[in-house]
């Protein structure tokens, strides 16, 4: 995202828009890597003069994970990783973008299974629409960022030559949102 860009978009809250939305995830499993969603997610993106005052937020629901497997969503979905019945919600709360080489990056706090942690996410501008499909204004940016599973105390992290879940989750953020 370029400061130019940054300032065509008018300051105000933005809600994001979930049918134009993905909030996605990729995991070492084996052999190969997994890639997943979300389906049931809400937040907000405030946007201001300064790239220094601007935030969001975002609540998931746990249960809505999907990775087209039934039987690997029910475990993700059980007391081994998220322990929906505990913990139903992942919460990210950013404030402030910060530049660096042309890059901007929001910092904040993600809560997972009741665990807080700082983290990072590189986001990138994807557009300003003044006058969407119907008239509304939209804006589009896609985020990503790397946690640590173990970090938020997700499974168990195996031991040994044999790699079946990695430790290390890429996530992924593609989001319109409308003021």
Do not use: Y
């Not at 937040?43 to 809505?64: E, F, I, Q, Y």
């Not at 139903?88 to 530049?99: A, I, N, Y």
């Amino acid at each position: 995202m370029t400061t130019v860009a940054l300032d065509k978009v008018p300051a105000g809250t933005w809600t994001i828009d979930p049918m134009h939305s993905t909030v996605g995830f990729s995991i070492r499993h084996l052999m190969g890597k997994v890639r997943g969603t979300f389906e049931e997610f809400t937040g907000s993106v405030t946007t201001a003069a300064r790239p220094s005052d601007c935030s969001a937020t975002a609540t998931v629901a746990m249960s809505s994970v999907n990775t087209g497997v039934r039987m690997r969503d029910d475990d993700l979905r059980s007391a081994n990783f998220f322990d929906i019945d505990r913990f139903p919600h992942m919460v990210f709360e950013g404030t402030g973008l910060t530049e660096n080489d042309g890059l901007f990056e929001i910092c904040g706090k993600l809560m997972i299974r009741g665990v807080t942690r700082d983290i990072a996410m590189g986001v990138e501008f994807l557009g300003f629409d003044e006058t969407g499909l119907q008239g509304e204004q939209r804006i589009g940016f896609s985020a990503a960022t790397t946690i640590r599973r173990s970090d938020f105390g997700v499974g168990a992290v195996g031991e040994g030559e044999k790699v079946v879940v990695g430790d290390k989750v890429t996530v992924l953020l593609d989001v319109q949102a409308v003021r």
